[in-house]
């Protein structure tokens, strides 16, 4: 349903890949990615890049690199519920 979504600008203001911890998250890897937009001039902060969850090292590190910290973004969001938002839509 993203891929219809309609978009604002965004910024990036948080972007970091996490460790994981404990022995069973070993090959899981996880990424933080935090950006501000507006919809209607109502602020809102999102933390989804894309729908889906851990995925192998690699992924994470070019996530967090295609989202450096005061970038700016394209953020596609829920026309009915504006504060659900991702960087990736599909």
Known sequence: MSLNW???EGEIVYSAVIVPSGRSKRYRWYWHVEYRHAVDRQPHTGRRTHFGSTVPLSVARNIVRKFPVQSRVTVYY??????KSVLIPG
């Open 6 to 8: 309609p978009s604002v």
């Open 78 to 83: 829920d026309p009915l519920r504006h504060a």
